[in-house]
């Protein structure tokens, strides 16, 4: 199945500070990438998502790129501000499984301190 | 609110009870999952239906774990038995097959179980 492996696991910025996250996936069928955002004691919430025939897309101050040779996949978050303190996950998934289902990194916890 | 509702939002019981909750996705999504997520975990995939039947499910999903969408609509998660390690968030999320698809999934706020 797939494996989706994320880096770093705590990012601590300064206020206005760029933000960069990672991941890796295993299985070269994925296709489908979106990052979520969880603050704590809420939901997931996508904030971007990027598919395999797409290798950058970018949303105001967040970008996602894909390097689908690599296998890896990374979200940037510039002119960091204190809200965008939460957990980030990554996802893959892949066309291989019979459904839809999503494969979550472990997270990484960012920390905009002002 | 018209996002994906979850009940409860926390349970506790002890050791051995069995538990449901219940997911109420966003109307007329036809597909809805469940995941379940540890403390410092993402999220990690139990089963996955297409209207009313069930189409995945995760080797996570041992035989204490049933769920259900009888009518295509909302979903109950049954866990029987219940053990320490049960104890974790139960998130349900659900898309649109007619979004493509390449669907983004939304999230309850979930079920946060605590098996004493």
């Known amino acids: 199945g797939e494996n989706v492996e994320q880096h770093p696991s705590t990012l601590s910025v300064q206020e206005g500070d760029s933000a960069v996250i990672k991941c890796t996936y295993s299985d070269s069928a994925s296709n489908y990438f979106p990052w979520y955002k969880q603050e704590l004691g809420k939901r997931p919430q996508l904030i971007i998502d990027i598919r395999s025939n797409v290798g950058e897309k970018k949303d105001q101050r967040i970008a996602v790129t894909l390097n689908k040779t690599a296998k890896h996949f990374s979200l940037h978050i510039t002119e960091t501000q204190p809200e965008d303190s939460a957990v980030y996950f990554c996802?893959?998934?892949?066309?291989?499984?019979?459904?839809?289902?999503?494969?979550f990194g472990k997270g990484t916890s960012l920390l905009v301190t002002p | 609110d018209t996002g994906v509702s979850q009940d409860p939002r926390h349970k506790i019981t002890k050791r051995g009870q069995n538990v449901t909750f219940r997911c109420d996705p966003i109307?007329?999504?036809?597909?809805l999952y469940w995941y379940r997520q540890t403390l410092g975990q993402g999220p990690e995939f139990l089963t996955y239906f297409q209207n009313e039947a069930q189409l995945e499910k995760s080797r996570l999903l041992s035989d204490r774990f049933s769920a259900e969408r009888p009518k295509g609509s909302f979903s109950t998660l049954e866990i029987q038995r219940t053990e320490q390690g049960d104890s974790a968030m139960y998130l349900c999320?659900?898309?649109?097959?007619?979004?493509?698809?390449?669907?983004?999934?939304?999230f309850g706020p979930g079920t946060r179980l605590l098996v004493l």
């Open positions: 109307s007329e999504h036809n597909r």
């Open positions: 996802a893959a998934r892949s066309i291989s499984n019979s459904g839809y289902a999503l494969n």
């Open positions: 999320a659900s898309s649109s097959r007619t979004s493509g698809v390449f669907e983004t999934q939304y």
